[in-house]
């Protein structure tokens, strides 16, 4: 299955988790202390607060929120590296999570000729021995 990590609907995520899981909507409205039309209203939200995301990430045993790194991953802007800037008290996140869905997308573009390996390396900031390793292991044909 190849997931758009472009537009987010995270409504839809859950409701397919849900469906995949099997969990029935009284253990959901008990998780939540919440009525079935209220669970309703979050299949159909676009986003949810984050409280409520890391309780449905505990529940369906599936971390929602990685779906928004690879977007980042995917589509953010590369950070301009500033000697000035000032040292952060947040924690530093040093290495970047591909999924596999992440690197088919990623070996698709290129081989549709949409960007060149040295394009997927500058644009998605991968070093290039991990790209060549991915372009190795996932090639099928």
């Not at 969990?23 to 039309?37: A, L, P, Q, Y």
């Not at 990430?57 to 599936?62: E, N, P, W």
Request: with cysteine; aromatic share 12%.
């Amino acid at each position: 299955m190849n997931m758009n990590f472009k537009e987010i609907h995270i409504g839809n995520f859950i409701t397919q988790k849900v469906t995949e899981n099997g969990i029935e909507m009284s253990r959901i409205c008990n998780f939540f202390n919440s009525s079935e039309v209220e669970v309703l209203k979050m299949y159909q939200a676009q986003s949810l607060e984050t409280e409520l995301l890391l309780r449905w990430s505990k529940l369906l045993k599936y971390d929602f929120f990685r779906i928004y790194s690879q977007h980042l991953i995917l589509y953010s802007p590369p950070s301009a590296k500033s000697e000035t800037a000032e040292p952060s008290s947040l924690p530093v996140f040093r290495k970047n999570i591909y999924t596999k869905e992440i690197i088919e997308f990623i070996l698709e573009e290129i081989d549709e000729g949409k960007i060149t390996k040295n394009e997927a390396v500058d644009k998605y900031r991968i070093p290039k021995t991990t790209l060549y390793k991915w372009i190795e292991k996932y090639k099928t044909g």
